[in-house]
């Protein structure tokens, strides 16, 4: 369907954060490209959905971490590559800057997507490591601060057990879905030293909690089935218990609150 009907339709580079409405461009190829990955990017979140079953086994858990990177990667390797195909076609000198910048921009977000999530995701360092909250606080900032949210970071900078970090990053992944119209995500500490746990209260226009999360983070036992879109707090939950930890998803006035104890 892509191919044959792609280029009946203006072809557009992928929007930019922020950015007006995108210029078009006379490239089949990179309308091409784009309708593929767009494709591509719905069979990896669909690959792995199912009614619900049983917990994942660990294998299947990477497999879907490994789908959800992969999801995060797409539009901006996408974009990349559209970008290049009108530069190989030597385009008018302002369709040649627009696509530069296209490409400049891209790769900084695919460079901090990966990233964040080698050390929200990954296995960031040998059993038992500590990891720098500075370090993490500058991923965070990379990933997550795109012209709709800020961070507000009061947590001090201090190492901290691996887990422990990697369960604060998810958690704002979590916070960042509740406000989809953009605001601030303002992080807190809960106690001190290493056994410090976090807040993190989102404050934006028609803040909410996604209740499909709210149960997976909540459910009193192991919840049924984790597909590619609900890996993520299935993950943070393993986290937090691997913590001792238990994860909250609540409402607080019109923000919404998460939060690790």
């Known amino acids: 369907w892509a191919k044959s009907h792609c280029c009946s339709f203006p072809k557009w580079f992928p929007p930019r954060a922020g950015s007006p409405r995108p210029r078009s461009v006379s490239n089949p190829k990179a309308c091409v490209i784009r309708a593929e990955t767009v494709q591509l ?17 660990a294998l299947e858990l990477a497999a879907l971490l490994c789908s959800r990177v992969c999801h995060d990667l797409i539009s901006p390797v996408g974009a990349i590559v559209n970008g290049l195909e009108v530069l190989d076609d030597n385009p008018k000198p302002e369709d040649r800057d627009f696509a530069l910048d296209l490409i400049r921009k891209s790769a900084k977000t695919a460079s901090a997507r990966l990233q964040f999530c080698r050390l929200a995701f990954g296995a960031a360092g ?8 500075g370090d993490a606080q500058n991923m965070a900032k ?13 947590l001090p900078r201090l190492l901290l057990p ?5 369960l604060l990053l998810n958690m704002l992944v979590i916070a960042q879905q509740t406000i989809p119209r953009g605001g601030t995500l303002k992080i807190d500490p809960v106690g001190d030293g290493e056994t410090m746990s976090f807040r993190v209260t ?5 803040a909410r909690v996604p209740q499909n999360i709210a149960d997976v983070l909540s459910a009193p036992s192991v919840p049924p089935a984790a597909d590619a879109h609900a890996v993520q707090p299935y993950y943070t939950r393993l986290l937090a218990q691997a913590c001792g ?9 019109e923000n919404v609150v998460i939060s690790a104890a």
């Open 162 to 166: 691996k887990n422990r970090v990697k």
């Open 245 to 253: 930890l238990r994860v909250s998803l609540t409402p607080e006035g």
């Open 126 to 133: 040998s059993a038992g490591a500590q990891i720098d909250l």
């Open 142 to 154: 990379g990933h997550i601060e795109d012209g709709k949210i800020t961070l507000g970071w009061n």
């Open 202 to 206: 989102a404050a934006g226009l028609n």
């Open 41 to 57: 990017s719905r069979n990896v979140l669909m690959s792995s959905t199912s009614t619900p079953g049983p917990a994942p086994d």
